[in-house]
């Protein structure tokens, strides 16, 4: 997909730990999408493609069909075939344009790009979370930093549309190593990336851990200004940041689903209203001599 085209109308249909070898110590995402580890079976993909078209407007940008909340080439190939096989037929429709997946970086190998060879996969999602070793072996992740930058690189060089997850407020995480995180995985030249707080899940390990007194996570103002001096990173290197925070949700905010941590439905507009004080802070202080009243001109967009 060009790089100058409109925002992409995203069909997200979920897996939640399908194709996950373990489970990691700060994930739940049944209780993130309220739906338990299962693939759609045969005519479910077609109900919520359905659906999620009704919503579009004429005007939105690239459709995709997206695969979310499990490690899409973790799971058995014949599954990935019949997902991708039942997608595609939306595209020789007409009514979609590609389909994008998440996926761990260990997943990406020969054999899984020759699996993807002829389908028309748009976006490949890459669950990088650090690129601290150190971190990665805290939270059991199962994969390295090598692991991240060799899928980035190949597949970028299959031509495909490369995006990086990560996290910050991880276990053994500081703001100096998550921002040197930021700074190794903007080194991948992603072509966008999403940045997610770690809030604390009931159903979790991390979440045993909170309750045990074992670990705490960050405050949300601490954590909205680590993510603004993260954000800063991939800003100076031109890559997108496509998402700040988890998507809000009736799962997610129902009593009981996050025990703690820096959890808000606002969290991208509290990070862009940090810069943007930290912006309008830098102007006034660099005028020897201020008038009794300022007035700043903001951009509309």
């Keep these: 997909m060009p790089g100058n085209m409109k925002k992409p109308y995203i069909i997200p249909v979920f897996i939640p730990h399908s194709g996950c070898p373990h489970r990691c110590t700060y994930c739940n995402q049944n209780a993130v999408t309220g739906i338990p580890d299962r693939t759609p079976a045969p005519g479910e993909l077609r109900a919520t493609v359905e659906q999620w078209l009704q919503y579009r407007r004429k005007n939105r940008g690239f459709t995709e069909i997206s695969f979310y909340g499990g490690n899409f080439l973790g799971l058995e190939k014949e599954k990935i075939r019949r997902l991708i096989d039942e997608a595609a037929g939306w595209i020789r429709a007409g009514e979609v344009d590609g389909i994008r997946f998440s996926t761990r970086p260990d997943t990406i190998d020969q054999d899984s790009l020759n699996l993807l060879s002829g389908y028309p996969v748009s976006t490949v999602e890459l669950g990088v979370q650090s690129m601290d070793d150190l971190v990665l072996a805290r939270i059991k992740r199962g994969h390295s930093a ?156």
């Design 146 to 301: 090598a692991d991240s930058a060799a899928a980035a690189d190949m597949l970028k060089k299959a031509g495909y549309r490369v995006g990086c997850q990560i996290m910050t407020g991880l276990p053994g995480e500081n703001e100096q190593n998550a921002i040197d995180s930021a700074a190794a995985t903007a080194e991948l030249k992603p072509d966008f990336v999403r940045i997610y707080p770690l809030v604390v899940l009931a159903g979790s390990v991390l979440g045993s851990e909170y309750r045990a007194g074992r670990f705490e996570p960050l405050a949300l103002s601490d954590c909205v200004r680590r993510v603004a001096a993260i954000y800063r990173v991939f800003c100076k290197k031109r890559i997108p940041v496509i998402r700040m925070g988890l998507q809000a949700s009736n799962e997610l905010n129902a009593e009981g689903t996050i025990l703690a941590g820096p959890y808000h439905p606002a969290f991208g507009h509290m990070v862009l209203s940090e810069l943007m004080l930290e912006h309008a802070q830098k102007l006034l202080n660099s005028v020897p001599e201020l008038p009794e009243t300022v007035e700043m001109h903001i951009h509309p967009t």
